[in-house]
């Protein structure tokens, strides 16, 4: 039986939180600890990799960015998204692919670009295998056609004697890629997007493309197109695809320059969640779909304004403090709601919204790097059932582009603390974001059960929310490591505007 995390609202000095180890909510699935990459500003080409450097050390032999690459693996993603995004919608998988001189150069639609198409499947495949990560394609279902798609799955997975099989060996890779996880287009839904489809349409067709697909390879896990989780194409379309799709994708960008509204709109996500996880109950329900057991896929989520970082601008953030907050927050939900998630994809790797920026010559990590790194590393295992209280946030709400007002009127309100636990190893992790801007919380940690004398901090804190991290000062808004005996979590004080990760071992 699923389990609520209580939370309350509190008017005393002290705010609690209860740790009970075997109340435990669910299993975290490792893979919401997943990765996009899209070929969109200086992602691919200057991130991943760089055909053009000079510097000595900084590529190897494939011109993979060494340093990318180390980054990327102490985060440990699971599986990584490719190629797209809304650039999917006009990609043909066959311009690249075989012999590089003879790859056709593409107008790009979705950033209005141009592509090179110097990195295409086989490229791709070739860096998941070096950073030990599972590979996950989008097919094109706005320009694309499902005989393009089933050719795609063909040549990635076959090891038959059949035209496709035998190109992926023409092109030097004799044994199949087997590529689990496709996903049925990306934000068919949008205005935006190569292809817009109706609920209604979009339906039918994944409906029939899945169907084809699966006759190819039943072993492929395949994900449906959903809109945000808060939208009726969300409901057409588990009503639809139900009984054809293993996973269902939601997608949601938060952020706000004021302070409050940032750190706060990552609730969301959280009601984005557990709607979706009802439409699917629904689905099961009304299709006779009970054997189903799909889960949510959130492919793409981070902190991003298209105002200050336009795509078609490379859409190159620079994130502060506030925005390592959230993105603490973010991931605080991901634990929460473990049981319905399967899947949750940072957007995206390098430069373009991410937590990894490049120069010709070398990297820095943002600050959201070290909040989703403190979560990658330690959050794992089981999520822990909690009671929580803490002072509430009453004030305005909002994300990008005026949206998310509604949190204030539909949540009521939000926790100043904002906090998930996990045990793993017989070691309990409890992520703790302050979102006050003014205070520090003493916070009485109760433990139930026996644990070791010392516990270990990891703290993400700046008196400036504004702090951000450049080239010139990369080591401005850090992790900071500590030690507190685990006899004074009666009284365990968090910065105020801060993130810490508590780790208890037991005894």
């Not at 311009?95 to 950033?111: M, Y």
């Not at 925005?323 to 927050?329: F, I, T």
């Not at 929460?336 to 820095?364: D, L, S, Y």
């Not at 007002?405 to 992790?429: F, G, H, Y």
Request: hydrophobic letters at 40%; charged letters at 20%; a negative charge.
């Amino acid at each position: 039986m699923e389990a609520a995390q209580t939370i309350t609202t509190t008017k005393t000095d002290h705010s609690l939180v209860k740790v009970d180890p075997q109340r435990i909510l669910s299993k975290i699935d490792d893979k919401i600890y997943s990765g996009f990459l899209e070929h969109m500003g200086r992602c691919i080409y200057g991130g991943i990799v760089d055909f053009d450097c000079k510097v000595s050390g900084l590529v190897n032999d494939k011109y993979y960015r060494l340093d990318v690459a180390g980054a990327l693996r102490d985060l440990n993603m699971p599986v990584v998204r490719y190629p797209g995004g809304n650039y999917v919608s006009s990609y043909h998988w066959l311009d690249a692919v075989g012999p590089k001189e003879n790859r056709p150069r593409r107008p790009e639609l979705a950033w209005l670009g141009e592509e090179s198409n110097l990195f295409g499947t086989d490229e791709f495949m070739e860096w998941c295998e070096f950073m030990g990560t599972e590979p996950y394609l989008c097919l094109n279902m706005g320009t694309g056609t499902l005989d393009e798609a089933l050719a795609w799955v063909e040549y990635c997975n076959s090891n038959k004697n059949t035209y496709y099989a035998n190109l992926r060996r023409k092109n030097g890779h004799e044994k199949p890629y087997n590529v689990k996880y496709w996903g049925l287009g990306n934000e068919v839904w949008g205005p935006w997007q190569v292809g817009q489809m109706t609920a209604d349409e979009y339906g039918k067709k994944a409906y029939q493309w899945a169907k084809a697909l699966k006759l190819l390879d039943p072993s492929i896990k395949l994900i449906s197109c959903g809109c945000d989780g808060l939208n009726n194409w969300d409901y057409e379309v588990t009503q639809a695809v139900i009984s054809k799709v293993d996973l269902h994708s939601i997608h949601l960008y938060t952020s706000n320059d004021d302070y409050y509204k940032n750190v706060t709109a990552p609730a969301a996500a959280e009601r984005a969640i557990q709607i979706t996880a009802k439409l699917i109950d629904l689905a099961r329900i009304t299709q006779n779909a009970y054997d189903s057991d799909v889960k949510i896929c959130f492919d793409e989520w981070n902190v991003w304004d298209p105002n200050r970082a336009p795509g078609p601008k490379g859409a190159e953030e620079s994130y502060t403090l506030s925005d390592a907050l959230a993105v603490a927050s973010w991931c605080n939900v991901f634990i929460r709601q473990a049981r319905h998630v399967g899947m949750a994809n940072i957007a995206q790797c390098v430069n373009v919204i991410a937590p990894i920026m490049t120069t010709k010559e070398g990297m820095f990590l943002q600050t959201i790097y070290h909040t989703f790194l403190l979560f990658c590393k330690y959050m794992r295992g089981d999520a822990i059932n909690l009671h929580v209280e803490t002072p509430m946030y009453t004030g305005e709400t909002g994300g990008m582009l005026h949206t998310l007002q509604w949190i204030k009127t539909v949540e009521i309100a939000v926790p100043i603390l904002d906090i998930s636990a996990a045990i793993k190893d017989r070691v309990i992790s409890i992520a703790i974001v302050n979102r006050s801007l003014e205070d520090d919380i003493p916070v009485k940690i109760a433990l139930e059960g026996s644990y070791g004398q010392i516990a270990t901090t990891y703290t993400v804190y700046h008196d400036d929310v504004m702090a951000n991290n450049s080239m010139e000062r990369p080591n401005n808004v850090v992790i900071v490591e500590g030690t507190v005996k685990t006899s004074s979590l009666d009284a365990f004080l968090v910065k105020k505007h801060s993130f810490v990760m508590l780790r208890v071992p037991q005894d």
